[in-house]
């Protein structure tokens, strides 16, 4: 069986290595091609070209690399028809995604489109789903709110559970190590975490210092921890130089990526920007304040569009709007720190935090199959009602 696959961002290549893996498991005599990161290419898939070259977030944001993006599609594209693959799976970019599989679809008419994380239909641009419809024919679902939107618009859909159920998580005497190597004590930990593209980290790192700034002069105690992405680490590490109290910064680059995992856990806090850390921080029991801020005309467009008055996960998936969050124009310093003292005071305030995180990894999938192996079962059961894989 010969499967084209398609990853732009990490969290991406995290869920392809994770169906690799599964489909391992299940078939024998596969062959991967595509283009992949790291974690994929440690699984034998070699990448036709960098992954990061597709990883670009925003409207304003694609606009200087409109062509260079074209031209990763078209390679993109025709390697894939001149393969010749019994199905492309796109995982996760569904701009590019959608793009690809639409081009494919035309040179080779009776190909079967399977994509990997169902676009927020659900959240704006709706429409999305039915346009999609014309040249995806099964979709796999991270939240299981997700299913009804798709085959609504005419495509297969199942939910095969979100990743963060299956990341290991540290235990109490990692937390111990992890405070006592860190200097940490038995002070109060708020983790910083202002993403992870370079444009996120430009706009939320100034944002964050100051709100931290504030928390500071009221609870000179804290400390503040930041987990660094690793594309943006050297950037953070200058950002932060102005920053109150000594931050520790978590560079990926300098290994022991456990201790990424013992500061979720032993924090008290999170301030993050808006995106599936939030999943992270739920899996660990961390309360949390979400903020995030992008270019004008990219959150022009996007507030517009939305259809939903919340973007943060924990709250959509537990249906509740337990985590504060400062979005756009409310992305201020002042109302940041003041949620950020309320959690760390208020203690009936971090309790309906953490009912509606073990609401939300319950809902999640957490203590059923890998969710990597239930894609797996997913892909061939799809592949196998039209004729294209083994019956599962």
Request: glycine share 6%; aromatic share 6%; charged share 20%.
């Amino acid at each position: 069986m010969k499967l084209y696959l398609l990853a732009g961002e990490a969290s991406g290549d995290k869920l392809g290595a994770a169906l690799i893996r599964g489909l391992g498991s299940l078939v024998q005599d596969l062959e991967f091609r595509g283009v992949a990161g790291s974690e994929m290419q440690q699984e034998s898939m070699e990448s036709l070209f960098p992954m990061d070259d597709l990883s670009v977030m925003g409207i304003a944001e694609v606009l200087p690399k409109y062509f260079k993006l074209r031209r990763r599609l078209n390679e993109v594209v025709a390697d894939c028809v001149a393969w010749h693959p019994d199905a492309l799976i796109t995982i996760d970019v569904p701009d590019f995604s959608q793009r690809m599989a639409c081009a494919v679809r035309k040179r080779i008419p009776g190909m079967r489109c399977i994509h990997y994380v169902a676009p927020s239909v659900w959240a704006w641009r709706a429409s999305r789903a039915e346009k999609m419809a014309r040249y995806t024919d099964h979709v796999l679902a991270l939240l299981p709110f997700e299913p009804p939107h798709m085959t609504r618009a005419g495509m297969t859909c199942d939910f095969v559970g979100h990743p963060v159920v299956a990341e290991p998580l540290a235990g109490p005497e990692d937390v111990r190590a992890f405070r006592a190597e860190t200097g940490t004590g038995d002070a109060p930990i708020v983790l910083a975490l202002p993403g992870s593209r370079p444009k996120e980290v430009a706009r939320l790192v100034p944002v964050f210092g100051e709100a931290m700034h504030l928390v500071l002069a009221s609870r000179p105690e804290v400390r503040t921890v930041v987990p660094a992405a690793g594309p943006v680490a050297s950037a953070v590490r200058e950002g932060i130089r102005a920053w109150p109290g000594e931050p520790i910064v978590l560079d990926p680059r300098d290994g022991a990526p456990e201790l990424k995992r013992a500061a979720f856990a032993a924090a008290d806090v999170a301030l993050a920007a808006s995106g599936t850390v939030s999943l992270e921080l739920a899996a660990n029991a961390t309360p949390m304040v979400v903020a995030y801020d992008m270019n004008w005309l990219s959150w022009q467009v996007m507030s517009r569009l939305a259809t939903i008055d919340t973007v943060t996960l924990v709250n959509l998936v537990a249906d509740t709007r337990t985590v504060p969050e400062f979005l756009g124009p409310d992305c201020k310093p002042s109302a940041i720190a003041e949620a950020v003292n309320e959690l760390l005071s208020c203690r009936a305030a971090r309790e309906a935090q953490l009912d509606a995180m073990a609401t939300t990894m319950t809902r999640l999938g957490r203590g059923e199959e890998a969710p990597g192996l239930r894609a797996a079962r997913s892909v061939l059961a799809a592949l196998a009602r039209n004729g294209n894989g083994p019956e599962q």
